[in-house]
């Protein structure tokens, strides 16, 4: 099978989006934009690999963006979209794959079927575009911008029948599209297919989605956010609940917040019972067993673990099935410590854990009046509720 490798040009500033940093490194539906787009391609079957060109004075944002997706080094971008296409070339005229794709950064909600099609296209063709066709009536202004409500004055209505909104991934035999680009150094060209055509290369059309647009300005930002949600449309509730007995010591853990107290709770890990029940409820709405199958108490490498690290293994699992916790609510249930004074502590740490906002983390406590094991004081109890949406 030829190599295929997807470019993903990730060097722009910015400039008409004017947030604090680059767009590619906002975030997206509690993901940053570089990496839903990177993490498209790398699930590709047809992608052999992902080779991204950033700007070198964002390398923070960079390697923060793509922490765990194994990249090579990422190539160092130019002045333009076409010096930082060229550069990215150049890095793998060594390796010369047989076919590149080369995508904005900034369009995440690419598809598999857009990809798929893009690759297909150049069994037939040296180069391949995906693309929308017009569907709006097109005008050409003045330019004015009016400074006022309106854009300018109609200097006259252009003829829309053949044309097409160019998108990304634009696909190309290697060998061709680095030779027009070597060529093509100097010019100011928009995208790659422009750089093919003024090669001769013949370049098709591949039928895109409206939902591959680019991320140009903080509304489009929004909308992809909603087109996001709008597929999370599987919504499941999980519970848990969990109990640790008192023992001598001086204070407790809960929620992950350190609680002075005449005791400590026994257990394997730091027995942090609010992090036990949330932990199971997460696991509980994914259907994927519970925080025992998962970090069994048999494994001395728990022994006195942080239990902060068994609600993110839950929380990271929900991200890999592309999905996003809701809403979480977790009940103390103990006579003593009084959870009331630590209460904004936990939820603000919860949500820390979880990369929440903190207005959909809820904290609790409730005694048992004096019944029961709790109301004993002989241990706490904890029991939580996680609502959590996956893509229908
Ligand atoms: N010198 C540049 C300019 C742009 N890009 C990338 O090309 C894609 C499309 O460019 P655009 O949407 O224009 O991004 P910016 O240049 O960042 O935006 P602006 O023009 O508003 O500054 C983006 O993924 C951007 O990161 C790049 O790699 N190198
Ligand atoms: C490559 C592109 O996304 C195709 O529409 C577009 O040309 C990029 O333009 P930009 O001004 O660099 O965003």
Known sequence: ???????????????????????QYLDLAGQPVLRRTVEAFKRHPGVSAVRVVINPAFRDLYDAAVAGLDLPEPVAGGASRQDSVRNGLEALADSAPDRVLIHDAARPLIDDATIDAVIAALDRHPAALAAVPVA??????????????????????????????AQTPQGFRFPEILAAHRS????????????????????????AREENFKVTTPDDLTRAARVLDSALSDVRTGMGFDVHRFAEGDHVTLCGVRVPHTHRLDGHSDADVGLHALTDAILGALCAGDIGSHFPPS?????????????????????ARGGRIAHVDVTIICERPKVGPHRAAMTARLAEILGMDADRVSVKATTTERLGFTGRGEGIAAQAVATVRLPG
């Open 1 to 23: 099978m030829s190599s295929c490798i997807a470019l993903i040009v990730a060097a722009g500033t910015g400039q008409r989006f004017g947030a604090e940093r680059p767009k």
């Open 136 to 165: 709006d009536t097109l005008k050409r202004g003045d330019g004015g911008m009016g400074g006022g409500p309106d854009g300018g004055l109609v200097t006259g209505t252009v003829d829309r029948s053949g044309l097409w909104r």
């Open 184 to 207: 093509a150094a100097g010019l100011e060209l928009t995208d790659d297919a422009a750089v093919a055509e003024r090669a001769g290369l013949p370049v098709a059309l591949v039928p």
């Open 299 to 319: 494994d001395p490498q728990w022994r006195g673990a942080d239990s902060a690290l068994f609600l993110r293994h839950a929380a990271e699992l929900v991200t």
